[in-house]
């Protein structure tokens, strides 16, 4: 291997710092939106008249079967366009967090279809009403096999973050690519972000791991 | 909704369409392989081949494939790897899905019924004739499901590719957007190819999944 | 002290599964073409126990020998992976659960054996094939899949399969315990035969009136010791130990 050399990175340490954070940034926010809007999506499919449902549904759809690099793109040119001139910053969390909703409410939903429908009739023969039944019995029991597949879109939407980069958000890839076009040393600042990234996924999974063991001990 | 723009652009579309699945199919197949490669490696008694395997599925799906490709085609000239764009997006999105498809196998064949292995051990049949002929006829009905989701997340990202300069779907959308500012036209016509070609996949892994799981 | 005189021998044989110990210490022989029914309760270790002897389950001190060869020999990767192979095509076991493999026809499941580890040209595994399903009575489902058969005749064609191997001795860990009481006998019948022709058998089960048609001696297990074994009028008429008498109290009605 000719002339690597990672020390050339440690210079720009505060730089990938600062991208990191908008990362962190990035995903948080999107997180939260995307886990809302999840939830009012799943409510919507699950409890709305058809009608109301129905646009959902068709955002899902197209959601699901297109890059999100492509909706990234229309959201940001497209913002633009229609007036709304917010920074890329603000397409990006946007982009982000439609897109992940769809796939929570896809998780959502398929976790409170799955409780067994017995439950439903146990709560109301005791007299429940629908909504306290929805509270006290379903809600619970669907939160449990939820959880994981959620987790799962959490750290594929981690790693996700890396495409706002290509809107102009600053944040570790992007941070990334302007040392690179200083060093012309693609190599060691990638493996670096690939590294951190790494790292960052870690950190994550053990997070979510240890909630999980959490929900399963609240038995 | 300016209807002349999308007759006009739709046959660049339709030829970036055309490299977005050259893409897709060569990245797929290269995936698979690799899959292939890493699973036999899992099933080894070798300690070591085990490991390599467990620390290439960790790395690849535990970092961005965007990254990864930039490592690739930007980093590669640094190490003696000098690749074109579509190359490089081969190879990228190739050695990135075949993580997940090495998962996706393996899980279907921790998903056999374990007397199955049991009944051929019984009889005297040892670990790779017992894979062979019991456990992989077995699994392979189990993971076409699986796999067929892989296909269809790689169609997607294939749109990566468009950052290191490969003319696909969505590098051509980009273009055409950010020249015309019609994002709302333009997406149509990219995301019905996109769907066009998602849906067409999960038609096939539908057919084949009822043609041979069903049994 | 390997006797050529039995066929089966395990000697002290232990095994735990973390804390719980599940086998303390089992001695057991059996001679060529002896019947030997193992009954007990549930967590008695006699499915264990019959595990070991083909070294599906691995126990953790003790002997196992057939026919003055040592089963559990301390051998590690290759070495032990062929010895266990030659010696697992030496006995046959029969599953609760059939574990018939579902892509394969019937005929196939049974030459599968032959035609890979014994080198059987096709035609003769046909033949081969043919003569065992004859003999468990279901001839005519020769290219059929197992998703097909009942319970009974899956049974069957899973003795089939593992006498196609010409073991010298057949293992049947609860063979009827999952199916339909209509569909028992017939199994059952298959095995009297087998017994008949002086087929060295061991039938962990818990029908106790077929142990006692079939056996030459009945082992009672319990909480992983044996408690008790003699002939089955012995056993099974007058048992000796109290905790023997509680389990046949409430089981001698099965069957």
């Known amino acids: 291997m000719q002339g690597l050399d990672l020390s050339i990175v440690t210079p720009y340490s505060e730089l990938l710092a600062t991208g990191l954070w908008w990362t962190v940034v990035m995903f948080v926010s ?11 999506f799943a409510l919507i499919v699950l409890y709305a008249p058809k009608l109301m449902a129905l646009p959902v549904r068709f955002i899902t759809w197209l959601l699901m079967g297109t890059p999100l690099l492509l909706q990234l793109y229309v959201i940001y040119y497209g913002l633009v366009q229609v007036g ?43 007299g429940l009403s629908r909504g306290q039944t929805q509270r006290y019995v379903i809600v619970p029991q669907a939160l449990r096999s939820t959880i994981a597949p959620l987790g799962n879109n959490l750290i594929v939407l981690l790693k996700d973050t890396s495409l706002v980069s290509i809107i102009g958000i600053a944040e570790l890839v992007y941070s990334a690519q302007l040392a690179v076009s200083e060093t012309y040393s693609p190599f060691e600042f990638y493996l670096t972000v690939a590294v951190i990234y790494y790292a960052a996924n870690l950190v994550l999974e053990v997070g979510l791991h240890l909630l999980e063991k959490k929900v399963e001990m609240s038995r | 909704m300016d209807l002349t723009l999308i007759q ?21 197949l290269l995936g698979l392989l690799v899959a292939f490669v890493l699973v036999a490696a899992r099933l080894s008694t070798v300690f070591l081949f085990r490991c390599l395997a467990r620390i290439y599925v960790s790395v690849f799906r535990g970092t961005p494939c965007l ?38 196998i393996r899980g279907a064949i921790s998903n056999v019924d374990p007397g199955q292995e049991e009944a051929a051990r019984s009889i005297g049949f040892g670990r790779r004739q017992t894979l062979w002929l019991v456990t992989l006829p077995q699994a392979a009905k189990l993971m076409i499901r699986p796999l067929g989701v892989n296909a269809v997340a ?31 036209e333009i997406f149509m016509v990219s995301a019905l190819l996109y769907i066009v070609m998602v849906y067409s996949v999960r038609f096939v892994v539908d057919y084949l999944d009822n043609r041979f799981a069903a049994r | 002290m390997n006797s ?22 089992i001695d057991l022989s059996v001679s060529r073409g002896q019947i030997v029914a193992i009954i007990g309760p549930s967590g008695s270790g006699k499915s264990t126990l ?35 192979n030659a010696v697992r095509q030496q006995m046959g076991m029969v599953f609760q659960h059939f574990n018939l493999f579902p892509h394969l026809t019937v005929f196939e499941n049974i030459a599968l054996g032959p035609i890979k580890l014994k080198g059987l040209s096709k035609k003769a595994s046909r033949e081969l094939a043919m003569e065992y399903l004859s003999k468990v009575g279901l001839a005519n489902k020769f290219d059929e899949y197992p998703s097909r058969l009942s319970g009974g005749q899956k049974q069957r064609v899973a003795i089939a399969r593992a006498l196609a191997m010409q073991p010298k001795v057949m293992l049947f860990d609860e063979a009827t315990s999952a199916l339909d009481p209509e ?22 089960t818990h029908e106790m009136r077929f142990a006692g048609e079939v056996a030459d001696r009945i082992v009672f297990m319990d909480g992983g010791v044996v408690v008790e074994e003699g002939a089955p009028q012995d056993i099974l008429q007058n048992p000796v130990h109290e905790r023997t008498r509680s389990f046949l109290k409430k089981h001698l009605h099965d069957r």
């Open chain 1, 30 to 40: 999107s997180s939260i939106l995307s886990l809302l809007a999840g939830i009012a």
């Open chain 1, 84 to 126: 709304i001139d917010i920074p890329a910053l603000g397409a990006g969390i946007i982009g982000l967090s439609l897109h992940f909703a769809v796939y929570n409410a896809d998780v959502i939903r398929a976790g409170v279809v799955s409780v067994d429908p017995g439950q439903i009739e146990g709560a109301r023969s005791i």
């Open chain 2, 8 to 28: 006009r652009t739709f046959p660049f579309f339709l030829e970036a369409a055309w490299i977005t699945v050259q893409i897709s199919v060569l990245a797929l």
């Open chain 2, 67 to 104: 990254v990864q490709l930039f490592i690739i085609y930007f980093g590669g000239p640094q190490i003696g790897l000098e690749l074109e764009p579509f190359a490089a997006g081969v190879i990228g999105l190739g050695l990135n899905i075949a993580a997940y498809m090495a998962e996706s």
């Open chain 2, 154 to 184: 790689l169609i997607k990202g294939s749109a990566l590719v468009s950052t290191i300069s490969v003319v696909e779907l969505s590098y051509t959308a980009q273009r055409f957007i950010s020249s015309t500012y019609k994002p709302f």
């Open chain 3, 4 to 25: 050529e005189k039995f066929m089966v021998e395990v000697k002290g044989a232990r095994k735990a599964y973390g804390a719980l110990e599940v086998l303390k210490g």
């Open chain 3, 50 to 84: 019959l595990r070991s002897i083909n070294q599906l389950e691995v126990l953790n001190d003790g002997e196992i020998w057939l026919e003055g060869e040592q089963v559990n020999r301390p051998l590690k990767g290759r070495a032990y992976e062929q010895h266990i």
């Open chain 3, 183 to 204: 569909l028992v006998e017939e199994v059952n019948q298959v095995m009297k035969q087998l017994a008949a022709e002086h087929m060295t058998m061991l039938i962990v």
